[in-house]
């Protein structure tokens, strides 16, 4: 028999990236994860779209864990952009 009172959410584990280390709960969309997730994050007070893909799922403590893997490519760049930079330091 199974439990069918299964918890509607699970935890994301950000492997790498610019969120590495940190974690998150988002709900699963019937019964499964998301494959692949967007979060919007400041770093460096550069607010910036940053693209995760699933990766091994685990169960800890009764609870679902998904290791979530950086999409460089689709995201958006980690540092700030050294032409715009420029405009402050170039004594102009």
Known sequence: MTDARQDP?????????????QTDRRFLVDGKVDERIGVIAAIEGL?????????????????KLVSYRFDAP???????????????????
């Open 9 to 21: 959410e699970y935890i994301v584990e950000y492997a790498d990236g610019p969120l590495a280390g």
């Open 47 to 63: 607010e910036s779209t940053f693209w995760y893909v699933a990766g091994e799922e685990r169960d800890v403590e009764g609870q």
């Open 74 to 92: 689709d995201s958006d760049p980690v540092e700030a952009d050294k032409e715009d930079e420029s405009i402050f330091g170039n004594g102009a």
